[in-house]
């Protein structure tokens, strides 16, 4: 018999087309997050699942999934999949690290551009009508990016990817990060300064750092009113990295220049959030790892991490290997 999968979500078809080679595949063919219920009916009977980071994998899901060997996540993130609880019943868990790095540094200096430039600005201008008069020296300025200095919050996967690109664009950078890298210091040309020290000294600070507890509204009116007036926020980590009423009030009474965000405190943002009524603030629905790229090769990477599991090869990403002992790899190869 055929393993069975569950795919909790419409996915890239080469990632269905790769599980549908071997196994019998039940997809919630939907662009919105599956109900609890149907999730919980849909792992009743499969041996395996492909999820996504908003489904919520605890005790109650994971009890009624009696025949269930392997989960694999979509996502670098799995804080919504509890690990011990699966462990415990035999359930090999895996994730997607590193896949997006590429994508969201890219956007993280698009965002950059974006807002410096005030290309969002300017397009509903045009868009509107308003524009009448074809070229006036002193209309629309922005900021330059060359010769300015970028402060990096969290140098990890995504921060240094910035950091390579930021230098390519004949940016200064500096950079806070929890542990200080020397080798990637002296490799790229940037240095280490202290959390208060890059936020005044930056002209835009772009937040990449994992959503720890200390950095929970690491970013509030005291660190807001230490960057420069003409300084600019970006913020591609999590929303709860910065204190939303804080940052609206350094937008609007101008403490610094403008902000671009990807990741809010809530998502969807609210349509009475008072962000969306100003115009020195790039807003986007957490698009960061959007291309082609790296969505096909996060679903595929997932895919494969099922299939490898049930040839009975371990995947590197494995996030529970003590689930060995519990349940040898070898009862739950089905390939
Ligand atoms: P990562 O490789 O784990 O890097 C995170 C960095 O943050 C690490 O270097 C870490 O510490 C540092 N850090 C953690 N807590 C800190 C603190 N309190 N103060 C200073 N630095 C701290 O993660 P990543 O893959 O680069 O991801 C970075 C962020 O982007 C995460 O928040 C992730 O959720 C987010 N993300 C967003 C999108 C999007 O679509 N917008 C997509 C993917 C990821 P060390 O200095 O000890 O190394």
């Known amino acids: 018999m055929k393993p069975r999968i569950f795919i909790s979500r419409r996915i890239q078809e080469s990632a269905i087309e790769m599980l549908r080679k071997y196994c019998e595949v039940e997809i919630y063919d939907s662009e919105y997050p ?6 919980i009916k849909g792992l009743e009977d ?8 908003s489904d919520r994998i605890d ?7 009696k025949r269930l060997k392997v989960l694999s996540t979509m996502s670098a993130g799995y804080d919504h999949i509890d690990l011990e609880e699966a462990t415990s019943r035999g359930i090999y868990v895996t994730n997607v690290p590193a896949v997006l ?9 698009a965002l950059m551009f974006a807002v410096a430039r005030r290309i969002v600005e300017a397009d509903k201008f045009v868009r509107s009508g308003s524009w009448k008069i074809a070229w006036s020296p002193t ?6 990016i060359a010769g300015k200095t970028l402060g990096i919050v969290g140098l990890g996967s995504i921060g240094q990817a910035i950091a390579r690109r930021a230098k390519g664009l004949s940016m200064d950078v500096i950079y806070y990060s929890r542990t200080r890298k020397l080798d990637f210091e002296n490799e790229l040309g940037i240095s280490y300064a202290p959390f208060h020290e890059v936020l005044s000294k930056a002209d835009f600070i772009v937040l990449s750092v994992a959503l720890t507890p200390e950095a929970m509204g690491m970013v509030g009116e005291k660190e807001l009113r230490l960057m420069k ?28 220049a403008g902000a671009a965000l990807d990741v809010f405190s809530k ?6 959030n008072p962000l969306l009524s100003l115009s020195n603030v790039v807003l986007t629905p957490h698009i960061g790892s959007a291309t082609f790229e790296a969505r096909s090769k996060l679903a595929e990477t997932a895919a494969e991490n099922i299939l490898l599991l049930l040839k009975g090869d371990v995947p590197e990403s494995l996030l529970n290997p003590e689930v060995m002992k519990v349940r040898p790899i070898e009862e739950i190869k089905m390939l």
């Open 229 to 256: 007036k003409s300084s600019y926020l970006i913020n591609i980590s999590r929303g709860q990295v910065v204190d939303e009423a804080a940052l609206t009030r350094a937008l609007k009474e101008g403490w610094i």
């Open 59 to 65: 005790k109650e899901v994971l009890n009624n999934a």
């Open 101 to 109: 790095t590429d994508a969201v540094a890219e956007f993280a200096i």
């Open 34 to 39: 599956v109900p609890r219920d149907v999730l």
């Open 139 to 144: 209309f629309m300025l922005g900021s330059g």
């Open 46 to 53: 499969k041996d395996a699942a492909l999820i996504l980071l």
């Open 267 to 272: 998502e969807p943002l609210d349509p009475d």
